[in-house]
């Protein structure tokens, strides 16, 4: 039992979500996992796609017991050739995509100083471009399924005013945006779509790089609820937000992030 979460289990069970074809990009480890691991265990049947091997290898054999194994695709979302494909390969393996996870991101930290234009092209594609083209490649499904929900991963990182990336910033700010521009476009075919806003999450990535004594200290007076944020709190909100309980949800900003101020 990770702190406060009892997986033994006392959480929501989503029957809309059983059989529901579900893609997440970057869904080997982190959050992303998270989401693939949540959503399969609803009993939908999850792709996910991530560059990453080795992680995804891990998280398919630790997800065993699901009632549907989930499919991994080898798939660098920067390529946006290889994504369009990698949809078309994990619709003709879980059937039309109802649920998109729009969740591949590299926080990596950057100097303004030093951006090149290929730097600022690089982080874009990274941290926000794939959501769009990800996006336009499930619309035809979830129009001919007669509706969907797409989930696009924000970061509270730019609103907080946090330095040291601001491209990454940048990106994230836009993720809002998407939301606001498809939400109108898409609704009228029930397709929803609403940005799932992280605080600090701690995952192993975060604790590896990041998370010292200071982050900590800054966790306990800037979070109004005490402990870690872990992925499943963001997962619990995805689950939500792709099953028929938010059927009149769109254009929103959810935020879980512990209350932080
Ligand atoms: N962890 C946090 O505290 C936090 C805070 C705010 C927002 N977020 C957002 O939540 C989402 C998940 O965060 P995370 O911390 O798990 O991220 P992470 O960096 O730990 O994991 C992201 C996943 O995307 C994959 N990925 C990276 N580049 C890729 C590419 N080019 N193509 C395909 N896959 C690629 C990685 O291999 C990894 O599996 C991201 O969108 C992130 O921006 C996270």
């Known amino acids: 039992m990770r702190e406060g979460i009892d997986n033994t289990d006392n959480t929501a069970h989503y029957p809309s979500l059983a059989g529901r074809a579900v893609l997440v990009t970057g869904g080997a480890t982190g959050i992303g996992a998270s989401f693939v691991e949540q959503f399969a265990r609803q009993g939908a049947r999850v792709a996910f796609l991530d560059i990453d091997d080795a992680g995804a290898q891990a998280l398919v054999e630790q997800l065993h017991d699901v009632p549907h194994a989930p499919v991994y695709l080898h798939c660098d979302a920067t390529d946006i050739d290889a994504l ?22 590299n926080d990596v930290r950057h ?4 951006t090149t234009p290929a730097d ?24 001919a399924n007669g509706g969907g929900s797409v989930i696009c991963l924000g970061s509270t990182g730019w609103m907080i005013k946090n330095a040291g990336y601001p491209m990454y910033a940048m990106a994230k700010s836009a993720v809002h945006g998407l939301v606001n521009g ?9 397709i929803r779509i609403n940005a799932l806003i992280p605080g600090w999450v701690i995952t192993e990535k975060q604790r ?20 870690h944020l872990q992925p499943e709190d963001l997962a619990r ?9 938010s059927r009149m949800c769109t254009g929103q900003h959810f935020i879980v992030d512990g209350g932080w101020v």
């Open 84 to 105: 369009q494909a990698s949809i078309a390969a994990a619709r003709a393996q879980i059937g039309p995509i109802s649920v998109l996870v729009n969740n591949a991101a």
């Open 111 to 114: 100097s303004f100083a030093k």
């Open 120 to 143: 600022f092209e690089r982080n874009i594609a990274v941290n926000l471009r794939h959501q769009y083209f990800a996006t336009q490649a499930v619309v035809a499904d979830m129009r």
């Open 182 to 190: 498809l939400a109108r476009e898409l609704g009228g075919d029930r």
């Open 208 to 227: 590896r790089l990041w998370l010292d004594e200071e982050g900590e200290e800054q966790i306990r007076r800037s979070q109004c609820l005490p402990g």
């Open 237 to 245: 909100m995805a689950l939500f937000l792709g099953a028929d309980d």
